[in-house]
């Protein structure tokens, strides 16, 4: 069985930085690239940052410079550094695992974070 689970997000001040967790299967981690989404309220969801299999990172434009993602292959997590916090960032956040063989993906259950001004 495969599992993606997040870690809390939170309310933080602009400028503000919040640190978001997720821990995936064993069975998955290093053949799975992973990503961050966001949604936000009447938006579609779209992709913050990404992290491959293989070692390459992507990111979003508007999040470039302020946030940074990272793998512990140790761990089985992925982390979402999210620094200088705009209130424009405010959504639910997901973590995504895409395999690497046959492109399936899974999904987290969100995570809320909201940044006030």
């Known amino acids: 069985q495969v599992q993606l689970v997040e870690s809390r997000g939170g309310l933080v001040q602009a400028v503000g930085s919040l640190i978001l967790s997720c821990a995936a299967s064993a069975n998955i981690f290093r053949v799975s690239t992973f990503a961050w989404y966001r949604q936000a309220p009447g938006k579609q969801r779209e992709l913050v940052a990404r992290h491959t299999y293989d070692g390459n990172t992507d990111y979003a434009d508007f999040v470039k410079g302020r946030f940074a993602i990272s793998r512990d292959n140790v761990k089985n997590t992925v982390t979402l550094q999210m620094n200088s916090l705009k209130p424009e960032d405010t959504a639910v956040y997901y973590c995504?695992?895409?395999?690497?063989?046959?492109?399936?993906?899974?999904w987290g259950q969100g995570t809320q974070v909201t940044v006030s001004s």
């Open positions: 995504n695992a895409q395999l690497r063989f046959n492109l399936y993906e899974y």
